[in-house]
RNA sequence: GGAGGAUUCGCCUAGUGGCCGAGGGCGCACGCUUGGAAAGCGUGUAUAGGGCAACCUAUCGGGGGUUCAAAUCCCCCAUCCUCCGCCA
């Protein structure tokens, strides 16, 4: 949720951002005439009130005749403060709902456009070159016995997949080891609930009633996560953080639950869009001019977990109109893969300032003891897809498949044999 | 699933219709006292919105109702605790 005082005061920054998204402009005026007609309205119910109050005590001094008097101006005053405060709520209303679809403002060095008006930052190593043709990940996975996607349909469905022996262990010690880089980068290690509350998901800037990708409980009123950001998020809710506990950083282990509806028909083949996958996040909670040092220190963890799958990727400066609601501005980091000839999203780090934490209302104390809202931020370690990555690009001719060093302690393999 | 109890300012607690946004204690902050500290004394100590100064308004788990007036009365819901049942 963005901020209504910094609106009013500088209306041409949402517009500026709404323009890079390639989104309307036009809210702009929508939002600033409800907010100044809420506002008229609040103010009045408020001398109505402050009037019926004053004249509610000296009902209570009065008697007689003076009293009923008193009493029936009270009567006639007490139906206007409602009437009053009945406009004002519904204004306040109809710009709760206008506010809730307006994105995040984004940050100016973010590159205007879409989807393809990406910038790439860097590029850290360079592809393989294959002296044999190399089998994909599905392909390499069923040699190992690694990834069983015709079961996980049969149990669930499309999209469904066991990870079994060495693709089981496989993602144990990917996830592990992202554990603990994080740990010994001061994090918290957490495992956190997948199923939230309407009011968290909606938090962290997904639309519990239109968004396509959630899967929901309505029986019970509840949402699957997408992500462990959902839960991270949450966590602080309606709270006031002590300053020098600042930045609080967190790192989440859960599965993730997407429905992926509108992707038909896209990466159909294998574990590289699923429903449920597992996924190790960062999450941090900062002061908001302290958020873009952060982005790029989370940036930085996870080239660090990305150098130790010895895989070639690069970081990729996404476009205002692909940030999504939230985010103010998000790096990718893409991992080569070498069966599609192209990169694909492995990691993904967003700085949402105090988008998500004005809506969840996560704020600390600033020098002057006043409450402030925090910036929040959020990262990838790893997930199930980075398997895919690991398996074509450490493939041998045999099938075999290369364990990285750095993974070895934690999957206690060294090289991944085929099973027939 | 059933029965009962609870939910007040960071924590504990007072408060059964107007004098309660709300008293006390603890904690915390500042000051006095002290060689220094503790104790003691004094002052302050929620959040949001509006004017942005005095001040005003809202909020006593959430929502609705009764009333001129609700922390206080009524209804619904949520959470927690206890007991019973059910499952393992």
């Not at 609106?7 to 600033?32: I, M, T």
């Not at 669930?156 to 980068?185: C, D, P």
């Not at 294998?270 to 940036?299: A, N, T």
Request: aromatic share 6%.
């Amino acid at each position: 949720m963005i901020d209504l005082r910094t609106l009013r005061e500088d209306p041409d920054r949402l517009r500026a951002s709404q323009r890079a998204r390639g989104e309307d402009e036009s809210v702009v005026d929508s939002l600033l005439d409800l907010d100044e007609r809420r506002r008229s309205a609040l103010a009045s119910f408020e001398s109505l009130r402050a009037e019926q109050k004053s004249l509610g005590k000296s009902v209570s001094k009065a008697s007689g005749e003076e009293k009923q008097a008193l009493l029936d101006r009270a009567k006639e005053l007490a139906a206007q403060v409602k009437a009053a405060e009945a406009e004002a709520e519904k204004l306040g209303a109809e710009l709760d709902e206008l506010l809730q679809t307006v994105p995040n403002i984004v940050d100016p060095e973010a590159p205007h456009g879409g989807e393809d008006d990406y910038v790439v930052l860097e590029t850290v190593g360079t592809p393989r070159e294959f002296d044999f043709e190399p089998r994909d990940h599905v392909e390499l996975g069923e040699l190992l016995g690694a990834i069983d996607l015709d079961r996980g349909a049969k149990v669930s469905g499309a999209r469904f997949y066991f990870l079994r022996g060495v693709g089981a262990r496989l993602q144990l010690g990917l996830l592990n080891m992202a554990m603990q880089q994080a740990i010994e980068a001061g994090f918290v290690p957490m495992i956190t609930p997948v199923l939230v509350k309407p009011e968290t998901m909606q938090g962290t800037g997904f639309h519990v009633a239109h968004d396509k990708e959630i899967y929901r409980l309505p029986e019970d009123d509840l949402y699957l996560v997408g992500t462990s950001e959902v839960s991270l998020a949450g966590y602080h809710a309606d709270e006031i953080l002590d300053a020098k506990d600042l930045p609080l950083r967190y790192a989440g282990w859960s599965s993730c639950f997407r429905r992926e509806a509108g992707s038909y028909g896209k990466d159909t083949r294998g574990i590289i869009r699923v429903h449920q996958f597992d996924k190790v996040e960062m999450f941090s909670y900062c002061r908001p001019e302290d958020s873009r040092e952060e982005h790029l220190r989370l940036l930085n963890w996870e080239k660090e977990m990305l150098a130790k799958i010895e895989i070639p990727y690069r970081i990729i400066d996404t476009a205002a109109g692909d940030l999504g609601m939230s985010a103010a501005r998000k790096f990718d980091c893409e991992g080569w893969i070498p069966t599609q000839g192209r990169y694909r999203e492995l990691t993904s780090t967003s700085n949402c300032t105090e988008f998500q934490a004005r809506r969840l209302s996560v704020r600390y104390r600033d020098k002057d003891g006043r409450p402030q809202t925090a910036a929040t931020l959020n990262g990838t370690l790893a997930t199930t897809r980075w398997i895919v990555a690991i398996l074509e690009n450490h493939q041998q001719k045999d099938g075999s498949v290369v364990v990285p060093k750095a993974l070895r302690p934690y999957v206690g393999l060294d090289v991944l044999e085929p099973v027939k």
